[in-house]
């Protein structure tokens, strides 16, 4: 199956490149064709949404490449968008669905149909979704229409129109579901023809819900109160919402709140005990957020208790290549409620000629320890970083982690305090990040259907002794050999069924014979 999803890939690339660019290279964004010529996952995302047919996802290809060229969404930024789309609040990404998928909001009765300003409402929202899949790749979304206190003037047909194709075209396999919460009944007969232009792909992941309904897809955490939710989010530009990435939990000590982190600059200079714990930054962001690095110095990771830290830690065997750093793994922590479930090592590689700083950041900081969660990487060197769940916590798929890495000047210090200055400094630009999600981890189930064999060897698996893919490249080996018996079986049955006719034809055929002979 592998090999033939592959083998699809490579003639969708080739016929792309010799029936739609070799006699037009300007007709697309370069960079959409270069990334559509390396990365398999684009492929295979038009390919599925497409039902694996070549031709059918060319098509779509070439609309979608069009259309990125046409609204130039490689190179859109806030800046080309009109500040007052932002400031409405119409549109926003926040918080997650239960199954760990982010939330994409479009208030509706803060939409007015307006002629004049459709092409920049619909930059508005490649904004968003061009955002989003640069930093969440292959992560799919949930749509929410909230249409609470909407009505008839609202409704903009084209407008949903071109969301609509905004997930079936240009950006394929990104629906996760898209939730109507409390649509007026005067709206039926106009999502009556959203349907038709959904296609059957997609009417499955409509969802017409009311507030006694939502809960079923989105936690009250992550709603608002007029959905029954406890979330107290308000939407507010500049700048841009986002859900905040904090430094983990120090572990020897309370975390510090910004006002309190500045009024003792001072008395942490005089406690130099405490620098190799922790470090207190001031932050610039707007709302009031906990800050506290739970670090060690570079050479705390050559001494004994490192090798404790590691000690049952699963190595990751997915890398994400980046330009600073690779950071293994490249998309997801596994937690599990075993104990041997509950760490998880990333690996960060420098790949550049100079000194790179990092932190880890996460967006459930008093859930996560962080060993070391700021501090510097030599040119050449990789360094091992755990992270751990902590007391009765468990692991979220809404949680995430953020990797944060910038190069440093050849004079700059790995020291605490200089790492804190540095961050402070360093323009956001020449910053790297990447983020990784979390992806909780299934108890086995008590009765198995595998053999005595393979039950061993997923105890094994479990136990840390054999990490997640040794166990299932084991377990498809079982697979097939079981296969090859049932296929064995079978031949043996046929060719039992082939004697027992063939007994029965000559049994029959004599008692005719000896019938006519006595007769």
Known sequence: MAEKIENKIEETRQRFKN????????KYDS???????????????YLAWRMNVVEDALKMIDESLLWRKEYTVNDLSESCIPKWMFETGAVFLHGYDKEGNKLFWFKVKLHLKDAKTFQDKKKYVAFWLESYAKREPGMPLTVVFDMSESGISNIDMEFVKYIISCFKVYYPKFLSKM???????????????????????????LKFVSKSEIQGFIDPEYLPPHMGGTDSFKYTYPPLPDDDFQSPVCENGPIVSEDESECKDAEMDCKESLESSFNSEVATKPRKVNFSEDS??????????????????RRPVTTFK???????????????SKDTEKKCLIILSNVTKHQVAFKV?????????????????????????????????????????????????????AALTELAQFWKEVPKAKVMEHRLRCLVLESP????????????????????????????VRVMAINS?????????????????????????????????????YS
């Open 296 to 313: 060690l110095k570079p050479d705390d990771l050559d001494k004994g208790d490192g090798c404790g830290r590691l000690k049952g830690v």
């Open 322 to 336: 980046g330009t600073l750093l690779h950071i293994s793994p490249a998309e997801e922590l596994s937690f599990g």
């Open 19 to 26: 029936e739609y660019v070799q006699d037009s290279s300007d």
């Open 481 to 517: 050999r079981l296969e090859q018996k049932l296929d064995m079986c079978l031949w043996i049955q046929k060719l039992l069924m082939t004697l027992v006719s063939f007994l029965m034809v000559f049994s029959f055929s004599t008692m005719y014979l000896m019938w006519t002979s």
């Open 361 to 413: 950041r996460t967006t459930a900081p008093e859930k996560y320890r962080v060993k070391p969660s700021n501090s510097s990487c030599e040119p050449g060197t990789s360094m091992d970083i755990v992270v751990s769940l902590h007391g009765g916590f468990q692991a979220s798929p809404q949680d995430r982690f953020l990797v944060m890495a910038a190069e440093m000047e050849q004079s700059s210090g």
């Open 31 to 45: 960079r959409d064709v270069d990334r559509l010529m390396k990365d398999d996952s684009l492929v295979e995302g």
């Open 179 to 205: 939730i109507m919460y409390e649509m007026p009944w005067i709206m039926n007969a106009a999502w009556k023809i959203v349907k038709t232009w959904l296609g059957p792909e997609a009417i499955s992941k």
């Open 445 to 472: 189930k008590p009765n198995s259907i595998l053999s005595p064999g393979s039950e061993s060897t997923l105890a094994s698996g479990t136990n840390g002794h054999q990490d997640l893919h040794t166990t299932l």
